[in-house]
Structures are given as structure tokens and as C-alpha cells.
């Protein structure tokens, strides 16, 4: 094995921060390579403090190095200054855990969180000394893999993968594992690359673009079809049944710098169904499926022990949604090792399902912030993105959480959503003021910040459809809310960068003819593009106009029923119809209500994999304005199936 820390560690000297590259924290694997063993290397294409908390590339990691056939390493984006290094003294891209050169693995897989880090992929492949189109390589280039929640339009990257994986990695990791194992175990000849591809597309979840046909008229996109009778005209996404049978990570990398999210994480549930119709982690990953709490307790008792972490975060799209989540939350304070005090973070909680009792068990802990997601400023807006809380739950959780001693909230708005007025947003405003009038009555110190993003349609969402905000709007959008905000004491405002919300439109639901494009930004510099420092807007507009690519076309308007996607064909485990019409009840403003506690809406997520939620209560955790029929105003109306794949009826309430 080439080992390439000599050559870098009088380098490191030379960087801002050089613990990004050494290895060596708690929980790391040492590497055992040997022949029969399919190497791995997982690449998180931004820097090493936001890619070590990823927990998707922390379970495969670990699932990987359990078996005996492979052999999984970890590396991450270098930063620039020590990328301009690397590249001066001719060296590569290497893992953290043994400094091996990138170009010495099979495999290259990447983990797609966000459109924008596209160009840093690219500059990771051209750095570990392969060819960054997929046409150019040869066997005994490593094959270019890809999975997280962006593969679900990898279309812009198709240039540049060699393969992609849809949905749930734990199983497919060694299914791959074996296909390529027989191939390097064949020889890798001339000519087997194709071969190996192919092979590879006959997994279950597994897209391998160059399989396909892109077939386009003018400018719009006719047909995807497979070049072979054995690809499948249609890739399903991979589900896990049962998130018991997978307990990772079992032993959690604790850095040995500062990192994002530095504490211990347990997921306590896959999946969501509130329904939410502008939240695409919500769509892809249904159905819903909960962890058991006693092994919850367990993975956070022996994570605590091992890593010396004060705070643990139960993840999940909805953490308070979790069944029986007051027991678990005191159970885990109670269970903390030695009787030492621990904080317990829940991420995503929804307003309408926190109560003064999770209020009260978590300020027991080291008081962490807190973080709801109204998502939109006026009841009308959250019928129409199905965010079925009221301003009153509102207001109920954030009074819960000013009695029990907190003195900020955190709250998260979208702007530029479908059908919004200036009323909806000047609603976030309003809210705002009241959360901090409400903290008041308990401390002169309440405050509440309140972050506004740019609203991005995303594929297998009801809003796929929907023609995204300009710039201009956008702009003006949060021009009103600085106006409505900035006499109100204790609100702080914070918005993302509305340029950085068109390139991600453009990259969220592009097709095939923008990898020219995102090769032309890269060549020219454009890394760490979600960096806001290092973001290039006008670049991105030359380039698309020098490609002559259209970015309104792309991003600005609306599509229509029979057109055709550029990810029509892949499948999120949704129904084209279900999307349609919720996409229709959206316009209608018409809410639904979480399929968990109400009828069956045949969206497709359990029917079509014979799965069915894994939720351990009947009945709603908080009994929420969603969560069952009641507190729905008067005369609305919701889709119905009584039986899955039965035709859907019109059910009133």
C-alpha cells in the first residue's frame, strides 16, 4: 500500500487546519486491505467538520469494514489552500484513515446531501487522479458511486457517475460489494467496465446512467430508456424493513476537532408521514419506521459510555413524533452513565406534537436551544404545504418551553412557496412578535430568531411541478420582513442568500445537459460552492448562457401533468397520480391529515414494498392538530383509500 503521509505531513503545517487530514479519532477503523477484499472509499464531498456527523457515511463505514470481503475508508473535500498544495507537488486525493491515494480504491462512493457541493464531487474525482466523465475511464479506474437524498435527480451528474443508489444503503452496500468483488476477481479486462456496469444495474436500487437513453425534442425532454432488455425501464428505491436489524453506528466517530452536530446522534425512526409537500425527505424515505426504544436506550447508554459526550441528539424527520416519546427522553437522563448529567437535543420537533411534559423532561438535562419549523406565516399557507399546525400549537410549545426555563427559540420559515401573498409573509412577522411576546411573560430575556429560506421545489415532492421564485421576488420578500421586523425587539432575522436558492432550483431539477455546465463552473474554480464566501452566482449564469441553456426554462416555470421529468425514471416508492393530486389539493388548500392514524391514502410507500409503518403507538404522540381528524376546520375534504390499491374515494370532515 502507497502510503502518502510522509509526503503530507510537512504540509499541514502550511494550512489553516491541519486535524482535518490526520485520522485517528475515537471510534476510526484501522483498514485491513488484502487480496479478495473490495476496497471502499467514502468520500463526503464537503469539509471534514460538516462530513464527519453524517451518519449515513458513519453506518456504512462500519457495516462495510464488518465484512469480510470489503474493507471501507473515509475521506472529505480539502479545502482550498490544501488543494492548491496537493496539486503543486503532484499528489492525490487520500483517505483519513490510512492516507491511501484515492485512485487505489474499487470504489469511490459519494454521499449527495445538497445540490450545491456537484462541483466539489467533481474536483474530488479529478484529485484522486480519475477521469472525471465516466466515458473515459478504463478498468482499472475505481467505478464512481453516489447515494444520499440528491440521487433522486442525479441526472446533472450523469456525465460523471458510474452508478447511484436510491434509498436505504444498508443492504445494497453488499450486494455492490459482491458484483464487484466477481469482477475483480475475473481480471478487470478490457472491455469488462462495460460489463461490470451492467451487472451492477441489475441490483435492486441501483441507477447506472449510462445504461439509459436520453431522447430529447427541442428543448424538451422526450423519453429515458434502457439500452439493454435486462436494465430495468424503471429503478425502485431500496427500503430497510426493520431499523432493529440495524443498530449503526455502533461505535460513533467522536473528533479530534471541532466538527458541526458534535455529540453523540442516535436515530429513533426512518421516515415520515405528516405529508409535508414541500419536504422531500419526507416523501422518499416513507414508510414510517421507529427504532425500538429499549434499543434506543441501549445505543444511546453505550454511546455515552464510549465516546465521553455530555449531549445526545435523537434524530429523525419528526423526533417528537416518536411513540412513547416523553418515556424514552427521561429514560435516557435517568440511564446516563455514572449519574452524570446529560443534555437531550430533538432535532425537527413539530410544535404541534411538543408538550409541556417533553418541555419539562429535557430542561432536567443541560438545557439545550430550541428549533421549531412553523415553515409558513398564516394557517391558510400551511394548508396548502400541509404543515397542519395551527398559530396556536405555535404558541402552546413555545409557552411549554418559557416555563421550563428557556429563554430563545429558534424558528424556521419558508418564503416563496406556492400561492403566497404578501399577507403569508408578513405572517412570519407576526408570529415572530407574539412567540416573543408570550417569552416575556416569563423573562425579560426572551428572544426569537427567526431564519427564512428560499422556497426549492424537489423532485417526488407534490411541488415538482411548481415554478420557483425569481431572485427579484425573493428579494423583495425579505425586504418586507426586514421592514415588519426591525423596531420589533428580540427578533433577530436571518435569511439564506436567494442567489444560492436559483442554483440550487437549477441543479434540484435539471437534467443531463447541465453536466457541461457544472463542468465549465468547476474548471473555472467553482468549488465549495454552498460556502458563502465561495459562492459564484454570476458565474453559474455566464456559464449556463455560454452552454445556451435557458436557467428561467430550468428553474422559473411551471410544468405540467404529462411532462416528462428528467427522474421519471426512477421511483421514490410514490405514485405519479397520488403526487399529482396532492400537488392539486395543495392549490385547492386542502390539508391532509398523517396517514398514520387515519385512512390509507395509497401514496405507494408501503403498498408497493409490503411494508407497513413500524410505529409502536396507535394513536398520535401528542395527539396534534395533525395528527387525528379533530381541531380540522369545517369543510374540508381529503382523499381516502379504503384498502390499499383500491381507487381513491373523497372522505369529508
Same mark, same amino acid.
Not at 463526503?44 to 463505514?61: K, R, S
Not at 451492467?198 to 430529447?216: C, F, Q
Given at each position: ?307 465521553? @459526550?455530555?449531549?445526545?441528539? #435523537?434524530?429523525?424527520?419528526?423526533? /417528537? $413524533?416518536?411513540? +412513547? *416519546?416523553?418515556? !424514552?427522553? &427521561?429514560? =435516557? ?78 424558528? @424556521?420559515?419558508?418564503?416563496? #412557496?406556492?400561492?403566497?401573498?404578501? /399577507? $403569508?409573509?408578513? +405572517? *412570519?412577522?407576526? !408570529?415572530? &412578535?407574539? =412567540? ?218
Amino acid at each position: 500500500m502507497n502510503d502518502l503521509w510522509p509526503q503530507l505531513e510537512p504540509l499541514l503545517a502550511k494550512v489553516q487546519k491541519p486535524a482535518r487530514y490526520i485520522g485517528l479519532e475515537d471510534g476510526a477503523i484501522r483498514p485491513e486491505h488484502g487480496p479478495g477484499k473490495v476496497s471502499w472509499l467514502l468520500v463526503y464531498p464537503d469539509t471534514y467538520e460538516i462530513g464527519l456527523p453524517n451518519q449515513g457515511l458513519q453506518i456504512l463505514y462500519e457495516i462495510l469494514n464488518e465484512r469480510a470481503d470489503a474493507v471501507a475508508e473515509r475521506t472529505y473535500a480539502p479545502w482550498v489552500d490544501l488543494e492548491e498544495l496537493l496539486r503543486a507537488r503532484g499528489l492525490p486525493l487520500f483517505s483519513v484513515d490510512s492516507h491511501r491515494p484515492a485512485g487505489e480504491f474499487d470504489l469511490l462512493a459519494f454521499n449527495l446531501s445538497a445540490e450545491l457541493v456537484y462541483t466539489n464531487v467533481l474536483n474530488c474525482i479529478d484529485l484522486a487522479g480519475v477521469p472525471v466523465r465516466a466515458t473515459d475511464r478504463r478498468p482499472e479506474h475505481p467505478l464512481v458511486v453516489a447515494g444520499g437524498h440528491c440521487t433522486y435527480n442525479p441526472e446533472p451528474l450523469a456525465d460523471f457517475l458510474d452508478a447511484v443508489v436510491l434509498g436505504d444503503g444498508e443492504e445494497v452496500v453488499g450486494e455492490l460489494t459482491e458484483v464487484v468483488g466477481a469482477w475483480k476477481a475475473s481480471g478487470r479486462t478490457e472491455g469488462s467496465r462495460e460489463h461490470v456496469l451492467r451487472e451492477l444495474a441489475k441490483v435492486p436500487g441501483v441507477y447506472v446512467p449510462s445504461m439509459y437513453e436520453v431522447t430529447y425534442d427541442g428543448r424538451d425532454l422526450v423519453a429515458i430508456t434502457p439500452r439493454y432488455p435486462d436494465v430495468p425501464e424503471r429503478v425502485e428505491k431500496r427500503t430497510v424493513a426493520d431499523l432493529a436489524d440495524w443498530p449503526y453506528p455502533k461505535r460513533q466517530l467522536v473528533p479530534l476537532t471541532e466538527v458541526v452536530h458534535d455529540r453523540l446522534n442516535v436515530e429513533v425512526f426512518r421516515g415520515c408521514t405528516r405529508g409535508c409537500r414541500f419536504c422531500q425527505a419526507g416523501m422518499i424515505t416513507r414508510p414510517v419506521r421507529e427504532r425500538p426504544a429499549e434499543q434506543v436506550r441501549t445505543m444511546v447508554a453505550d454511546g455515552l459510555r464510549r465516546s465521553g @459526550y455530555d449531549e445526545v441528539a #435523537l434524530t429523525s424527520l419528526s423526533t /417528537a $413524533d416518536y411513540s +412513547g *416519546i416523553e418515556d !424514552l427522553v &427521561r429514560g =435516557v437522563i435517568d440511564d446516563a452513565p455514572g449519574g452524570q448529567p446529560v443534555s437531550v437535543s430533538l432535532p425537527s420537533l413539530r410544535v404541534d406534537a411538543f408538550t409541556v411534559g417533553i418541555a419539562s423532561e429535557i430542561q432536567r438535562s443541560k438545557r439545550t436551544g430550541l428549533t421549531f419549523a412553523p415553515e409558513a406565516g398564516t394557517w391558510r399557507m400551511r394548508r396548502v404545504i400541509n404543515k397542519l399546525i395551527r398559530d396556536e400549537d405555535l404558541y402552546a410549545a413555545v409557552e411549554s418551553a418559557y416555563s421550563q426555563g428557556w429563554r430563545r427559540v429558534k424558528l @424556521y420559515f419558508l418564503t416563496g #412557496l406556492p400561492t403566497e401573498t404578501d /399577507a $403569508d409573509t408578513l +405572517g *412570519i412577522a407576526e !408570529l415572530a &412578535r407574539n =412567540v416573543v411576546q408570550i417569552g416575556r411573560a416569563h423573562t425579560k430575556q426572551a428572544s426569537a430568531t427567526v431564519s427564512v429560506g428560499g422556497f426549492v421545489p424537489k423532485p417526488f415532492t407534490p411541488f415538482q411541478w411548481f415554478g420557483q421564485n425569481t431572485v427579484t421576488e425573493l428579494r423583495r420578500k425579505i425586504g418586507l420582513l426586514r421592514d415588519a421586523t426591525k423596531r420589533e425587539r428580540g427578533v433577530q432575522l436571518k435569511w439564506h442568500d436567494p442567489r444560492a436558492s436559483l442554483i440550487e432550483g437549477l441543479a434540484s431539477r435539471g437534467d443531463r445537459r447541465l453536466g457541461p455546465v457544472i463542468e465549465t463552473v468547476w474548471r473555472k474554480g467553482g468549488t465549495f460552492q454552498e460556502w458563502s464566501e465561495r459562492f459564484d452566482h454570476d458565474l453559474w449564469v455566464d456559464t449556463m448562457a455560454a452552454h445556451g441553456l435557458d436557467i428561467d426554462w430550468y428553474v422559473h416555470r411551471h410544468r405540467d401533468e404529462h411532462e416528462v421529468l428528467p427522474w421519471q425514471h426512477l421511483s421514490a416508492g410514490l405514485h405519479q397520480d397520488f403526487l399529482w393530486q396532492d400537488w392539486r389539493d395543495a392549490l385547492a388548500e386542502v390539508g391532509l391529515p398523517d396517514c398514520r392514524w387515519t385512512p390509507c391514502y395509497d401514496c405507494g410507500a408501503c403498498t408497493g414494498y409490503s411494508i407497513e409503518h413500524i410505529v409502536a403507538s396507535a394513536v398520535p404522540p401528542a395527539g396534534g392538530s395533525q395528527g387525528t381528524w379533530q381541531d380540522l376546520p369545517p369543510g374540508g375534504e381529503v382523499p381516502v383509500a379504503l384498502l390499499p390499491g383500491r381507487p381513491v374515494e373523497v372522505a369529508r370532515w
